[in-house]
């Protein structure tokens, strides 16, 4: 089945600097990949996807960039603010009935 | 359009005990996944239910089980509490297959099993 590895597992930068999460899955058939993002006590929320027929895509701060070939994903998130403090979670689903999660990045904006 | 909704919010159970836990989806969405949260672990994949039929299921042991009702609305069962239950379990509910559109959670329910 799928697997799903996420790094760092815990990230500090500087506000105003950039932050990058990286994934790798192990099914080379996934082709669909969601990143979650869930603020302390809150629910984890979608704030950008990524089909395996595109290999970047960018919402205003935040583009994610997939490589079919490594078989790995990143989210990249520019001009961090106070605000993108939470826990990112990459994942991948093999267009069936099931979401795989990573184990999650705990990313820490510094004033 | 109402959310994801997950009731009770917080739940305290004995070791031994059996527990139910309810899922409202977003209507009109049909199928309703469920998650279980621990630190360190992140969200791990319990089951899938579309239109009353489990269509897919994780690496748990036969104590967790769930249900769907003709109205999407779904039950997740643990029978024989552990002390390793305690976590926090979110539902997520979506239009379709779950591994093709945004899946929407629900707030959770946090079980502590003592």
């Known amino acids: 089945g799928e697997n799903v590895e996420q790094h760092p597992s815990t990230l500090s930068v500087q506000e105003g600097d950039s932050a990058v999460i990286k994934c790798t899955y192990s099914?080379?058939?996934?082709?669909?990949f969601p990143w979650y993002k869930q603020e302390l006590g809150k629910r984890p929320q979608l704030i950008i996807d990524?089909?395996?027929?595109?290999g970047e895509k960018k919402d205003q701060r935040i583009a994610v960039t997939l490589n079919k070939t490594a078989k790995h994903f990143s989210l990249h998130i520019t001009e961090t603010q106070p605000e993108d403090s939470a826990v990112y979670f990459c994942?991948?689903?093999?267009?069936?009935?099931?979401?795989?999660f990573g184990k999650g990045t705990r990313l820490h904006i510094l004033p | 359009k109402a959310g994801v909704t997950q009731t009770p919010r917080y739940l305290i159970k004995t070791r031994g005990q059996q527990v139910t836990l309810s899922c409202s989806p977003i209507?009109?969405?049909?199928?309703v996944s469920w998650y279980q949260q621990t630190p360190g672990q992140g969200l791990q994949f319990l089951f899938e239910?579309?239109?009353?039929?489990?269509?897919n299921k994780g690496n748990f042991p036969g104590r967790f089980s769930g249900r769907q009702f003709s109205n999407s609305r779904s039950e997740m069962n643990v029978s024989t509490l552990e002390l390793g239950d305690s976590a926090l379990y979110l539902c997520?509910?979506?239009?379709?297959?779950?591994?093709?559109?945004?899946?929407?959670f629900g707030q959770g329910t946090r079980l502590t099993v003592v």
């Open positions: 997520a509910s979506s239009s379709d297959r779950v591994g093709n559109t945004e899946a929407f």
């Open positions: 099914d080379s058939a996934s082709n669909y």
């Open positions: 990524i089909r395996s027929n595109v």
């Open positions: 994942a991948a689903s093999l267009n069936d009935d099931k979401i795989i």
């Open positions: 209507s009109g969405h049909r199928s």
């Open positions: 239910y579309f239109s009353e039929t489990q269509r």
